[in-house]
């Protein structure tokens, strides 16, 4: 069983940066990707950024330019750096890993979610 541990959320005022990580455990033959999703009170949940295997990225247009997603993949561990923060980022944030197992085809692991609010 793969399991991923988020941390990094909190309470920012609007212009400030929060970094978000995510590192994920357990039985992984391989990984096809890496992301960030979030979910604001009454919304559904959304990409916010992914990055692919081969270092391919990419983002929601709400967050181009002010959030950068990257890994580490000797940790199994993608970051969120948001810079420029803005109170409509305020969301749960959830960590995603497609990735394959023994049985050598793609699934989902999903993190906890840690709470990202942003006032004005």
């Known amino acids: 069983q793969v399991q991923l541990v988020e941390s990094g959320g909190g309470s920012v005022q609007a212009g400030g940066s929060l970094r978000l990580s995510c590192a994920a455990s357990?039985?992984?033959?391989?990984?096809?990707?890496m992301g960030w999703y979030r979910q604001a009170p009454g919304k559904q949940r959304e990409l916010v950024a992914v990055i692919a295997s081969g270092g391919n990225t990419d983002y929601a247009d709400s967050v181009k330019g002010r959030f950068t997603i990257s890994r580490d993949n000797g940790k199994n561990t993608v970051y969120l750096q948001m810079n420029s923060l803005k109170p409509e980022d305020t969301a749960v944030y959830y960590c995603n890993v497609k990735y394959r197992g023994s049985r050598h085809y793609t699934v989902d692991a999903w993190g906890q979610g840690t709470q990202v609010t942003v006032s004005s």
């Open positions: 357990g039985s992984i033959f391989s990984i096809d990707a």
